[in-house]
């Protein structure tokens, strides 16, 4: 006999994602309720009560889970194609198939940037960091107008954010730099030979490194 604990209550009055993507909620009565479909690219907020997809090319925001769920279209015009949102949905940034970046407020839609090649949030939903012609970085704090925080041309600049730890990769021919992003504020926790993929770091760093603990590291702001 195996006995498997998940932690896990109940099944019921949860979200679950179909190899369909579709975006599925089972009732009380243990009746199912389809509340997306097509939905490739999603956020649900943390405490699991709302939750934001795209589409088609449509941003919509979905709550009242339990009433068949009450749909909202959050833009109007502009085609999404990729998502950037805090964990509580407050704030909404979007890629759209022309590389710009806008923020979504109520039933506005700002833009912020154009050439966007590379975007993600911070843990607090403060901060949207963004490349601009992968040479350019920017932050927009609470969809605010974008602050140059650096450039190095004939460099590729990526940035992303992994278990609530934002980081920027700076890349040339010979060297590349990690940086640890907190608000405003950067700080370099690894430089060293170039690699190509945020995965590559760990074996990068070598034997020299504990690279639990410096990860770990990162939690520390």
Do not use: P
């Amino acid at each position: 006999v195996t006995v498997t604990y998940t932690g896990v209550d109940t099944l019921k009055e949860k979200l679950y994602y179909t190899d369909i993507y579709s975006i599925e909620y089972l009732m009380n009565d243990y009746e199912t309720e389809r509340l997306a479909s097509n939905a490739e690219k999603f956020v649900i907020s943390d405490d699991g009560t709302s939750l934001v997809y795209i589409d088609g090319y449509d941003v919509v925001k979905v709550t009242d889970f339990e009433k068949s769920g009450v749909k909202k279209d959050l833009n109007k015009d502009e085609e999404a194609r990729t998502l950037y949102t805090d964990g509580d949905l407050k704030h909404v940034y979007f890629l759209n198939r022309d590389k710009e970046l806008y923020y979504i407020k109520g039933k506005k839609v700002k833009k912020i940037a154009d050439d966007v090649t590379s975007a993600t949030m911070s843990a607090d939903g403060k901060f949207c960091y963004y490349v601009v012609e992968k040479e350019k970085f920017y932050v927009s704090k609470k969809g605010g107008k974008g602050k140059e925080l650096f450039r190095e041309e004939d460099a590729k600049i990526t940035c992303e954010s992994d278990y609530g730890i934002s980081i920027a990769t700076v890349t040339n021919e010979k060297l590349t730099k990690a940086y640890r992003l907190d608000g405003k504020k950067m700080e370099v926790f690894y430089s060293g030979e170039v690699f190509h993929d945020s995965t590559e770091l760990e074996g990068m760093l070598g034997n020299d490194y504990d690279w639990q603990e410096l990860y770990d590291s990162l939690f520390d702001y």
